[in-house]
C-alpha cells in the first residue's frame, strides 16, 4: 500500500512541501500502527544511507542548504544501528506527549488505538509542535 508523507524540505529557498511516497507492507490500522511502520521505514532508510557511506550532492542542493548556513552531505558517520522497537517506543511516547500531531487529509488522527480506515494514495501529514522557551513575566 502506498501512502504519502507531505514533508518540508530544510533549507529549501521556497516554502514547498512535497509528498514522498511511502510503501506499506499492509495498511495500518490505527495511528499506533501508522506510527511503527513509518518509523520502521525510516530506519531501514536510515541503516541503508549508513551502509552505503556515499553521497554526493547537486548544484542546487548546495545551494539550497548554503542558504541556512550549513552543507550536510547526507553520510552517516556513525557505527551504531538504531534499535526499531526503541525508536517505536520513543516516537509513540513523543505523540502521547504531544510533541506532534498526525493528520490524515485534513482530519487530525488524536487517538492511538482507534480504528482508521487508509486507502491507496491517502495524505499523512505529521506536524511537529516547537516549545517556546522563555518567561512569563
Not at 507492507?25 to 552505503?52: F, H, N, Q, W
Not at 542546487?60 to 534499535?83: C, L, N, R, T, W
Not at 500531531?101 to 482508521?116: A, P, S, T, W
Request: a negative charge; proline letters at 1%.
Amino acid at each position: 500500500m502506498h501512502l504519502y508523507v507531505n514533508m518540508k524540505q530544510l533549507g529549501k529557498r521556497k516554502n514547498t512541501i512535497d509528498k514522498v511516497a511511502f510503501s506499506y507492507e499492509k495498511a495500518p490500522e490505527s495511528l499506533r500502527e501508522l506510527i511503527g511502520e513509518t518509523v520502521k521505514i525510516c530506519v531501514a532508510d536510515y541503516i541503508d544511507r549508513m551502509d552505503r557511506g556515499e553521497a554526493v550532492l547537486s548544484k542546487e542542493q548546495i545551494e539550497d542548504m548554503s542558504q541556512i548556513g550549513k552543507i550536510a552531505f547526507g553520510i552517516v558517520y556513525g557505527e551504531k544501528k538504531p534499535d526499531v522497537k526503541k525508536a517505536i517506543e520513543t516516537a509513540v511516547q513523543g505523540f502521547e506527549d504531544g510533541l506532534f500531531r498526525v493528520f490524515l487529509g485534513d482530519r487530525e488522527l488524536e487517538n492511538l488505538d482507534e480504528k482508521v480506515e487508509f486507502a491507496e494514495g491517502n495524505e499523512i501529514t505529521f506536524i511537529r509542535l516547537t516549545m517556546l522557551a522563555g518567561r512569563m513575566w
